[in-house]
């Protein structure tokens, strides 16, 4: 397994990248899948750890998975199947908390081992369980598991104290099998939330609203498996705009849905880097001197907590002091010391990130502290003078299909040790 990853910065990226199916569309779909009946196709998954991980819990479930030779994927849960997380493979994955709704809509019954993930902040399921209870389970917490069975199962209504991207998608799919009408008020709104919405219903459900913070779904007896194409990466996306941005180069960056940048876009944009619409995708052109600018990130359509720290790789030599305020997840700053030992000047306060732009970064011997931090980190390793040798590169690997060829492809200097 390939841990560390060597930069040699200072290269300007050129030429075009594909960004690949979206990681948090894809998990949740498998998941989502095993409410079907029958043979359910996922086009557009991306080869990454997280699903590699996704998919050996279903196996050991009982589900059968697999990739086709038109890169598809096949899902196929039993009749009968397991309804328990298993702990080791539960504990590499945040978004195996998504079994909860889909056990429980499928068979009434779950046992989920409290899951690991990024360790990036408190990542408590109280809304998650909150849902489940008003849906008529009984939910229990021990020894580290949550363990459920729905008693009297009937839609009723949820209000989400925090719009939560997770509560909210294990609420659609119990309540898609579960008798009656269900509405999640302040519900998360993320495009994610309208891809597992148009998966559902593809399958015969009934959810309408995604996409609002009013989501309503009527329980439906059976959901029937069918083929269905995952949405692109705005992260991927993202985190290549900022590629192209902080290398001073210019990059078309390929199969996006350009509406779920905007966020990330008019913040590239207030910092002057040029963006300009193609018939494939959006170009980034870097530009020398970069306005620094303030970022508070927000559930969509704030700004992306996904991209907080690939802003603040790019604000590090901005031409002046930029604010960054991270509203979802506290420990999102640990990627500040690494980002410090490149020559960065970043101060944080609680929440708040102060980071006053310095003129050159250098290459140092780093490591990666979570997925989205690591991605940062290979941002900065370009942009700086000399070798960048990152640590713990495997959290990478975890979210970023083939980033290794994609940047070697734009003509960075890179590889695997
Ligand atoms: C998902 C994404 C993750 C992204 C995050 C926010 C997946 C697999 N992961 O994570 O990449 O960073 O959305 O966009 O889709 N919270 C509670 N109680 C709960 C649930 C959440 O207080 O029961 C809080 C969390 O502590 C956090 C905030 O809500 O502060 C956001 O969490 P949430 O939206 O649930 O994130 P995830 O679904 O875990």
Aim: charged share 25%.
């Amino acid at each position: 397994m390939q841990e560390r990853i060597i930069i040699e910065g200072g290269k300007p990226l050129y030429g075009r990248v594909r960004i690949s199916g979206a990681k948090n569309a894809a998990l949740v779909l498998i998941v989502a899948s095993i409410l079907a009946d029958g043979e359910t196709i996922l086009d557009n998954v991306p080869h990454i750890r997280d699903v590699e991980v996704m998919l050996h819990i279903l196996r050991e479930l009982g589900v059968a998975t697999k990739w086709n030779d038109d890169n598809s994927l096949s899902i196929n849960p039993p009749a009968v199947m397991k309804t328990e997380t298993p702990y080791e493979l539960a504990k590499k994955l945040r978004a195996s908390n998504l079994f909860l709704g889909a056990f429980l809509g499928r068979t009434g019954q779950a046992l989920i081992s409290l899951p690991g993930g990024c360790d990036i902040g408190s990542r408590p399921m109280d809304l998650h369980i909150k849902g489940v209870q008003s849906l008529g389970g009984v939910v229990e917490i021990e020894h580290g598991f949550i363990s459920a069975r729905m008693k009297k199962p009937q839609g009723s209504s949820v209000y989400l104290d925090f719009p939560s991207v997770g509560a909210t998608e294990n609420i659609m799919m119990l309540a898609s099998k579960t008798p009656g009408v269900t509405t999640i008020e302040n519900a998360a709104r993320e495009p994610e939330i309208v891809d597992l919405s148009n998966f559902i219903n593809t399958m015969g459900g009934k959810v309408r609203g995604a996409g609002t913070d009013l989501i309503k779904i009527e329980g439906v007896e059976r959901l029937t498996a069918r083929r269905y194409a995952i949405i692109p990466d705005r992260i991927e996306a993202g985190t290549y705009m900022v590629a192209a941005a902080i290398t001073r180069g210019e990059v078309l960056v390929e199969n996006i849905i350009p509406t779920h940048l905007h966020p990330i876009i008019a913040k590239l944009q207030e910092t002057g880097v040029l963006i300009r619409e193609h018939e494939k995708g959006l170009v980034v052109k870097g530009i020398n001197r970069l306005r620094p600018i303030d970022i508070k990130t927000m559930p969509y359509p704030g700004f992306p907590t996904d991209m907080q720290s690939q802003m603040m790789a790019l604000m590090a030599i901005a031409e002046g002091t930029s604010v960054i305020v991270e509203n979802v997840f506290e420990n999102r700053f640990q990627v500040v010391d690494e980002f410090t030992r490149m020559g960065a000047k970043i101060k944080v306060e609680g929440h708040t990130a102060i980071v006053e732009g310095v003129k050159t970064l250098c290459g140092a011997r780093v490591k990666s502290p979570d997925l989205r931090a690591g991605a940062a980190l290979i941002l900065m390793a370009l942009a700086a003078r000399d070798e960048t040798r990152i640590d713990h590169a495997v959290h990478i690997f975890r979210g970023y299909e083939n980033i290794i060829e994609k940047i070697k492809g734009l003509g960075g200097n890179i590889k695997t040790e």
